[in-house]
């Protein structure tokens, strides 16, 4: 016992990780609003904000529960590409939204069922496999698609297009309503369901897990089927929210989506992590392009900033967790 | 004689082409503690696991309660009454205190929602109970890598008595304690017995093992190698008994 009796001391030293993210995310955006002040004292850019930090944030959820396991999945821009093309040709051809949903979201399910089937039964390490599943996918669209784009207008203005990327109360965009529910639903099993604490047993210690009678095989593939089954959800809305497919679709949401989980203090070890944090890490990975732009840098210094904000950050945590042990 | 607990009958298991138990056959009462001994490397702690389900067994037959069992799963034994104090203690180093005592048996309230403030509550009356730790002394909201090694073998034996179950099973549960603390763990293995519960008891402290237990069974090299009630051999002559296996074993290789 060595925690400090005063309770936001304990607080505080308890939530290391969550506290310094959100120290991180709020010293960022006091630089934009100092810098930009007529951008980001503006209502206007953060409903922007809003709508495109979106499909990011929604795989970072699925991506925190996979990397606490210890595992990691690189293959779910693909299977956000796949069930997008599933989506948008079904409804392109067929006309029914509740059909073409249905494919769509069946898709992420099963090639997440795959995954974690061949990582836990058949034992390929998660990295190789879904380097694999990486390229197998999103070869199967460039295959089925042959180059070709598919323009979704047929979509605008139907209650489905509303629900999905709409506007609520006029400003906020649905999709972050989205992200929103779906965090806060995700992140209280994470942490206060029997599934979470099987999820963080499984990562911290595999071998233990197994002689308390946690099927750890069955937790590590609902994980993976969680964050196919949310790639095909975040696919789906960027399709509504592009209102076109194309081939490419989803390939640029790998690394900004797990930089924001390694950022908001998930252990690539697993067994660790928050929600929040992981929350903060979408709205930082989200915000850096705009706010470099609006800073007056060009956009060429977006990738050595995002990489300056993910290399302090995890440094500060290896500093951490080296104090704490 | 009253119906065993638990019956092994001819049980083997292999870890691909090394036999690591190789039929073993012996019976488990009700209210009885029973002895496993045997050299480090005899197949103990893979016998226990093999009764509970963390390895599926080769070959051979099971009954607990007069029913024959498969144990596919960990889950399954402790269904049925078995709670098991692991050699590996089987904590999660990085969750706190009152998640390990009750992973796998949550406290739940809706939808397999926890019930944390029960959690915590119990946890605290079980370390009370059970190891003599004041609520002031053990954090309960700690992660388990921040206790000492004695302390978390506490928090394995506590979590283990707490569940009430028919067979307790611990495996080296006083390796690594103070003295004073090792009184205090035999203390509560003949408790288990006074509660009418049952136990299997492995230590290489044969003064321990002799002081507790009624029944010791002799594990050697995968085999029962033999089988005593208290009354049938003194305790020097199971240490005399425990060497010469030993020397036995060594002149062989
Ligand atoms: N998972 C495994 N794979 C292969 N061999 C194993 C495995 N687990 C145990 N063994 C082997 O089985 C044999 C028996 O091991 P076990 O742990 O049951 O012995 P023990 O009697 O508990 O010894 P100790 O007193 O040292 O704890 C050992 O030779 C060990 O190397
Ligand atoms: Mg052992």
């Known amino acids: ?325 | 004689m009253p119906s065993p607990l638990l019956e092994l009958r001819d049980v083997s298991l292999s870890f691909g082409r090394v036999h690591v138990l190789k039929g073993v056959s012996f019976d488990v009462f009700p209210g009885e503690i029973v002895a496993l001994v045997g050299d480090n490397g005899a197949g103990k702690s893979s016998l226990i696991k093999v009764v509970t389900g963390v390895h599926r067994r080769t070959g051979g037959e099971i009954t607990f309660r007069g029913r024959p069992i498969a144990v596919t799963s960990v889950r399954e034994s402790r269904e049925m009454g078995i709670e098991t104090v692991y050699q590996e203690r089987a904590l999660a180093d990085q969750q706190e205190l009152w998640r390990n005592v009750f992973v796998g048996r949550e406290l739940t309230t809706v939808a397999g929602f926890l019930d944390i403030p029960r959690q915590k509550e119990e946890t605290r009356r079980l370390l009370r109970e059970y190891m003599g730790f004041t609520s002031e002394a053990i954090d309960i909201d700690t992660e388990v890598k921040s206790l000492s090694g004695g302390e978390k073998q506490g928090v394995a034996i506590a979590r283990a008595l707490y569940f009430n179950a028919e067979l307790i099973i611990l495996d080296e549960p006083t390796s690594g304690l103070a003295v004073s603390e090792q009184r205090k763990v035999l203390s509560f293995i003949r408790g288990i017995r006074d509660k009418g519960k049952t136990a299997i008891f492995i230590d290489h402290n044969i003064f321990h093992v002799h002081d507790v237990a009624d029944r010791f069974v002799i594990l050697d090299k995968g085999r029962v190698a033999a089988q005593f009630a208290k009354h049938e051999i003194t305790r020097d002559e199971l240490i005399d008994m425990m060497v010469e296996l030993h020397n036995k074993g060594a002149i062989v290789q």
Request: proline content about 3%.
């Open chain 1, 1 to 325: 016992m060595m925690a400090s009796d005063h309770p936001i001391r304990r607080f505080l030293s308890r939530n290391r990780a969550p506290v310094l993210v959100t120290c991180l995310w709020a010293a960022l955006y006091l630089v934009y609003i100092i810098g930009a002040p007529q951008v980001f004292l503006s209502p206007g850019i953060y409903a922007a904000l809003m709508g495109t930090l979106a499909f990011s944030g929604i795989l970072a959820i699925g991506a925190t529960y996979v990397v606490t396991l210890g595992e990691i999945d690189l293959s779910f821009p693909s299977i956000m590409g796949l069930s997008a093309w599933v989506f948008a040709h079904s409804y392109a051809t067929l006309g029914s939204f509740p059909l073409s949903l249905v494919f769509c979201l069946g898709v992420g399910f099963t090639l997440g069922l795959l995954n974690g089937l061949a990582i836990t039964k058949v034992g390929v390490p998660s990295i190789v496999l879904t380097i694999g599943t990486m390229f197998l996918w999103r070869g199967l669209v460039h295959v089925l698609v042959q180059g070709q784009s598919i323009v979704l207008s047929q979509l605008d203005g139907t209650v489905w297009n509303a629900l999905l990327v709409g506007r609520v109360a006029g400003y906020v965009p649905a999709q972050f309503i989205w992200f929103l529910a779906l965090a806060v639903a995700l992140g209280l099993v994470y942490r206060y369901h029997r599934f979470g604490s099987h999820v963080l047993f499984t990562g911290d210690d595999a071998t233990s897990a197994r002689m308390v009678g946690i099927d750890t095989d069955l937790v590590k593939i609902k994980c993976f089927v969680l964050i196919g089954v949310l790639a095909a959800v975040a696919g789906l809305l960027s399709l509504a929210f592009n209102q076109s497919f194309f081939p490419s679709h989803g390939d640029s949401m790998l690394l900004p989506t797990l930089a924001a989980v390694f950022i908001g203090g998930t252990s690539v070890f697993g067994g660790k992590g928050t929600m929040w944090g992981t929350f903060m890490g979408v709205l930082i990975m989200g915000s850096l392009e705009t706010g470099i732009v609006a800073l007056g840098l060009t956009g060429f210094w977006y990738q050595f900033i995002a990489g300056l904000t993910i290399v302090a950050s995890v440094i500060l945590y290896a500093l951490l967790l080296r104090k704490v042990n």
